[in-house]
């Protein structure tokens, strides 16, 4: 049964940086030899961010683990408000129709969490059945969706509110690990919802706006790739791993399995008309335009997102959905897709239901 995204929106802190100023916040700014100066400087040009946004960090120098989560579960629970009562106004329901709640995080813990403080500031119904997908990395979203189709294959009348928060800027970590250069460069932090029902299910009649409906996901960890990308709890915040193979590793490998999948569906590479992949840097965004033959503007929406915005892992995609739904290019079909520690792929076929 297809899964019809009714409702998005999108939220982002009131911090915005640009690139520059991102660069004389770095950790390592401090203490860098003119060499080391022109290699930040070089990362950080080079990462297809020009603005992003961010909470306001601890002054603590480099604060511990529990510093960073205290933070985080405020700051998370303020952006998935905004984000979740965007996507319900957007799908005209009230957050009282809503029969599940899936949470979506990679980059913060709390219990009770944000979700619960969800159900008890929109209001939700105290009996929504509630998930949360947890430390899934820059896929969750994906994970999110397959499990609200799930909701609604069981049971049709199922409303499902998702909502994916991250703070990565919390987790800006200091030395001179180029992984987490890079990621300081790339990373950011905002919130997504989406609103989702059965695809005859309640509220998708007849619409003045166009729909994505979800019809059909996989997934898929490319063989020898475990140790080129992970995300790990420390003593001073979770610190990435960020091999500079991983888009070598997707150029070669993403294609074969694409083809395969596709083609179960009836569908081949070609036939797809509208791509919305993770912008996880320009380098992963390159490896899957070269890997899936696309051309040239193909990926301008996922773009142009890293550069208004930056990475801001799971919830991004959301943000590349909902100006997709806006796009006056939009046909159908369109391919989503994700990629996070494993080297795990996540894909999602999606068709486009044009505004009545």
Known sequence: MPLSLIGLGTAVPQRRISQQEALALAPQIGNASPRQQRLLERIYQRSGVMHRHCIPLPDSGNP???????????????????????????????ASAITHLITVSCTGFGAPGFDLALIANLPLAMDVAR???GFMGCHGAFNGLRVARAFVEADPSACVLLCAVELCSLHLQEGWNPDHIVANALFADGAGAVVAVAADGPGVGSTNKTGLQLVASSSTVLPGTEDLMGWIIEDHGFSMVLSSKVPSRIAAQLRPWLVQWLAGLGLTLPEIETWAVHPGG?????????????QPGQIDLSTAVLRQFGNMSSATILFVLERLRTSPDLNGPCLA???????????ALLMVQKAT
């Open 282 to 294: 320009p380098r992963i965004l390159g490896a899957v335009q070269e890997s899936a033959g696309l």
């Open 64 to 94: 511990s683990t529990a510093e960073r989560m205290r933070r985080y579960q405020p700051a998370a629970l303020e952006l998935a408000l905004e984000a979740s009562r965007l996507a319900l106004k957007d799908a005209g329901i009230e």
């Open 131 to 133: 998930t949360h997908v």
């Open 337 to 347: 897709l994700g990629f996070g520690p494993g080297l795990a792929v996540e894909a």
